[in-house]
Nanobody, 121 residues
Framework: QVQLVESGGGLVQPGGSLRLSCAAS????????MSWYRQAPGKERELVAA??????????TYADSLKGRFTISRDNAKNTVYLQMNSLRPEDTAVYYC????????????WGQGTQVTVSS
């Protein structure tokens, strides 16, 4: 049974930090690109960051507006992907979703249930 379980969300003040975790199970983690998406109220879901493993090492992608504040990483030994979020802003408030996409089979995509991040004073 495939599971993606996010944790680490919550309420944080502007300028603060949070680290989200996504624990994966039920599939071969190393065969999947892992991503974080977010969806704010009234807005479409958007890609935050993605990480995959290539023969040259980890390859990461970030939304242009988030570069320098957010960092994605993965631990294949723990089947976990992380999102370190620094200098948080009210506009970062959203539900953050973990996504797994097989690197060779485009239709094989899994989603977590999401974790709420609220940035407010």
């Amino acid at each position: 049974q495939v599971q993606l379980v996010e944790s680490g969300g919550g309420l944080v003040q502007p300028g603060g930090s949070l680290r989200l975790s996504c624990a994966a199970s039920g599939f071969t983690f190393s065969s999947y690109a892992m991503s974080w998406y977010r969806q704010a109220p009234g807005k479409e879901r958007e890609l935050v960051a993605a990480i995959t493993i290539t023969s040259f090492g980890a390859s990461t992608t970030y939304a242009d507006s988030l570069k320098g504040r957010f960092t994605i990483s993965r631990d294949n030994a723990k089947n976990t992907v992380y999102l370190q979020m620094n200098s948080l802003r009210p506009e970062d408030t959203a539900v953050y979703y973990c996504n797994a996409a097989h690197v060779m089979i485009p239709a094989r995509v899994y989603w977590g249930q999401g974790t709420q991040v609220t940035v407010s004073s």
